[in-house]
């Protein structure tokens, strides 16, 4: 008889669930220990937490790959950590870890834009192995359309690479739509509670045993400790990014109405460029939000000042509603000129909408746009 496939939530707090002895601890464990006793004469890999196979590496590394449909999953010691022919709308750190650090390791990187497909052909080379792009993207929250990129990488034998922080699992699984790797920030959205550095990887067996073998040897396992609180966090993964999308549209919605905002960046609005295709192929639109305000830095600067709730701070994902400048934190490595071009304007301004009643956040945005 065919197992019944388990639905997001349930597969999000139990992984896949086994039958439980008497008196078992329903919360799971911590496995706070660097090394493991083996059995004498034992030729099985050994159990050291630098090597990633502590129970709560493993245990997490396999919901993942339940949650995302991918044969295998491995957490690493961050984002970055996780990270070619890569799409110009990338977060900040990886485009300065390409454009900086690559060639020094011999490795060269085309920047093209994603939405273009012909610039993706014409900008491959005999050298090229691996096209990298993350959607939605960092802060314009565009959104792109993997299936004609997977079509041209299976077509020149390439692996395609897609960073999904911003969907999660619950909104957007590019393996479904060609991807051949996702990755994410699992300080984000999959830990959500602001508490943990982490990353992931999720795709074949055979790739995340190659991603495994690297990181025993450059040493960017994840603490045993941080794979307990990402567990705790991806237990509640689901309810807690269908109520970032129901902010997201809701707070979206209003400031599309405010006189002081040029510009909303949200693909759940009609009047974003890929709102179409958003409601095609995600699950939600996410808690993620851009804004341009009227009156450039200085308009920013007073809002940030008069925020109450909302905190001033980078990163995402987490509970509590965040408010960032791109142009000093994901984007600060590219020049005034570089940000204007990729749509990043000084007055703009970057939302981590939170888990907080959207008429506090709401009346909160409103008095600090009072100051504009």
Request: hydrophobic share 40%; aromatic share 6%.
């Amino acid at each position: 008889m065919k197992r019944r496939r388990l639905g997001l939530s349930t597969r999000a707090i139990h992984g896949d669930p086994k039958a439980r002895a008497d008196w078992t601890a329903v919360a799971p464990p911590l496995y706070q220990s660097s090394t493991f006793t083996n059995p004498v004469g034992s030729t099985a890999e050994v159990l050291y937490s630098r090597y990633g196979n502590n129970p709560n590496q493993v245990d997490i590394g396999k919901k993942l790959a339940l949650l995302e449909g991918a044969e295998a999953a491995l957490f690493l010691s961050s984002g970055m950590g996780a990270c070619a022919l890569a799409s110009e709308w990338i977060y900040g750190g990886v485009h300065r870890l390409f454009r900086e650090e690559f060639g020094k390791l011999g490795i060269d990187v085309s920047f093209v834009n994603p939405t273009q497909q012909r610039t993706w052909k014409k900008a491959m080379r005999k050298t090229t192995r691996a096209v990298f792009l993350e959607t939605p993207t960092n802060p314009l929250l565009r959104v792109i359309d993997l299936e004609p990129v997977a079509t041209v990488c299976k077509a020149e034998g390439l692996a395609l690479i897609v960073d999904s922080t911003f969907a999660s699992p619950v909104n957007f699984r590019p393996l479904e739509h060609g991807a051949d790797l996702v990755i994410h920030s699992a300080t984000k959205y999959l830990n959500g509670h602001t508490d943990v550095i982490a990353g992931a990887v999720a795709g074949t067996d055979q790739v995340v045993e190659e991603v495994r073998r690297l990181m025993q040897v450059w040493g960017q396992a994840i603490d045993p400790f941080a794979a307990w609180l990402i567990d705790r966090g991806m237990r509640t993964l689901p309810v807690r990014v269908h109520r970032h999308n129901e902010i997201g549209l809701a707070v979206a919605e209003w400031c599309a109405k405010q006189d002081a905002i040029a510009r909303v960046h949200y693909p759940g609005l009609p009047s974003h460029l890929d709102h179409e295709l958003a409601k095609r192929i995600l699950g939600g639109f996410g808690g993620m939000l851009g804004i341009e305000l009227k009156g450039g830095v200085r308009a920013a600067e007073r809002f940030l000042k008069a925020l109450t709730i909302a905190t001033h701070a980078p990163s995402l994902g987490g509970v509590e509603t965040l408010v960032s400048e791109p142009r000093l934190t994901s984007h600060a490595s590219l020049t005034a000129e570089q940000r204007a071009q990729a749509g990043i304007p000084d007055g703009f301004l970057r939302f981590s909408l939170g888990l907080e009643d959207p008429d506090d956040l709401i009346a909160d945005f409103a008095q600090a746009l009072a100051r504009h």
